[in-house]
């Protein structure tokens, strides 16, 4: 990529417009106090997959349904729908003191999910092929991934003043319904044509689904992309949670200590902001970087590479789960891996799919996510609650191993 192009990308208007978005997206105050906070509601770990489960389940059912509903109406339409819903389960989980209601909450967060994935992705594509910038998708999606994890590690500086200056510590739901507002008021400046349906009225929806199951069956490269992104994410989403009880767990016991006149609950939660702010701002630049690697390694390599190094980390994190240090770098090493990994993936997906089924085919990526995700976060559960985190490690890691020759890519081939 030459200097000029470089700058043309950094600084079009439009790309900064898709980083924007991602940076308000991950203004999620709650996202490093979510477990503490339903554990706080006597909600066990068990429960907590549940929930997860249940939200998994609402995003597996309409994830299909949501892209084809992108692909027909447009891309910015469903976005609308996508943040009306996640606001609804902010507010949802701001009056949730029970299982019942934060269930409740985690219902319409699944809708959310499940109208958000794949359809900005589908927007940034067409616009790229608009402006001729395709062949660079790797570093286009690694900027505009780097702004959300920028905004996430932002996010977490602010909650920890949000969080020790509310009296109701739900109150941090609420707030973070304004950058959501503001996303869907940006997501309204979108151009016109990035709304415009990929699927002509014509063509019925059985068709296209035909259309799309006959492209996945012919497409070995596309079916193991799909199978290990899923398995992939579906792991990592599944632990990233358990930072938080995990870190709990070991700041309490060995009494750590940041500000002496604050309580032991606001240490905890100073400590999580902070932690949660060096792994975005880690993954941000791996995510920003990650083209790079494209240029020493071909695809295929890398995706394999970060699958089984994945696996690695997991039994890392299991062996020195009572340590501090080796749960913090374990984790930072995990969010170093899957936002170096993304762009990757993101671009090769690219290469495989037919131009109008762009949000269906990433839904379904998603869906095989949530599905896996459905199945493993009941048990992770119920295997913490009983046995302790650092056998869910041992599990999952496991899992990652075991796995591996079924999504292992043979060959990455352009079409």
């Not at 994830?63 to 910015?76: F, W």
């Not at 032991?264 to 880690?282: D, Q, T």
């Not at 995990?334 to 762009?358: F, V």
Request: charged share 15%; with cysteine.
């Amino acid at each position: 990529m030459n200097k000029t192009i470089k700058k043309s990308i950094l600084f079009d208007k439009q790309i900064i417009k898709f980083s924007f978005y991602g940076f308000l997206k991950n203004l999620r105050f709650f996202e490093p106090y979510l477990l503490i906070f339903l554990m706080a509601n006597d909600i066990t770990l068990f429960q907590i997959g549940i929930l997860i489960a249940i939200r998994e389940i609402v995003v597996h059912l309409f994830e299909i349904p949501s892209g084809l509903i992108a692909d027909y109406i447009g891309c910015k339409t469903e976005l609308y729908l996508c943040f009306i819903f996640y606001i609804l389960s902010f507010v949802a989980f701001y009056f949730s003191t029970s299982f019942w209601i934060a269930m409740i909450a985690m219902i319409f967060f699944g809708f959310g999910e499940a109208f958000r994935t794949g359809t900005h992705k589908a927007m940034i594509y067409t616009y790229l092929e608009n402006k001729g910038w395709s062949e660079y998708k790797t570093f286009v999606y690694g900027k505009t991934r780097s702004s959300s994890l920028v905004g996430s590690a932002i996010s977490s500086l602010l909650a920890i003043l949000i969080v020790l200056n509310l009296k109701n510590p739900g109150a941090v739901f609420l707030i973070s319904t304004i950058p959501y507002i503001l996303d869907f008021l940006l997501i309204s400046t979108y151009p016109n044509y990035l709304n415009q349906a990929e699927i002509k009225k014509e063509v019925s929806i059985k068709e296209m689904i035909r259309a799309i199951g006959r492209d996945i069956k012919n497409n070995k490269n596309l079916q193991r992309i799909i199978l290990g992104e899923g398995m992939f994410e579906a792991v990592i989403k599944t632990i990233i949670d358990y930072i938080q009880p995990m870190l709990e767990m070991i700041i309490i016991g060995a009494g750590t200590v940041v500000l002496i006149n604050v309580t032991a609950e606001n240490n905890l939660k100073i400590m999580l902001g902070v932690v949660y702010f060096v792994l975005n701002i880690f993954g941000a630049a791996a995510s920003r970087s990650s083209y790079r690697l494209k240029k020493k390694k071909s695809a295929k390599y890398l995706l394999n590479a970060f699958y089984l190094l994945l696996g690695v980390e997991l039994l890392v994190l299991a062996i020195g789960s009572k340590q501090y240090v080796i749960v913090l770098i374990g984790f930072l090493l995990l969010y170093l891996i899957q936002n170096a990994r993304k762009p990757i993936y993101m671009d090769e997906i690219g290469t495989q799919m037919n131009k109008s089924q762009r949000a269906t085919i990433l839904s379904i990526a998603s869906q095989l996510r949530s599905l896996i995700l459905i199945v493993l976060a009941p048990l992770i559960g119920w295997i913490a609650d009983t046995w302790g985190i650092h056998i869910v490690m041992y599990v999952l890691a496991l899992i990652m191993f075991i796995s591996f020759p079924f999504i292992y890519i043979k060959s990455i081939k352009k079409i």
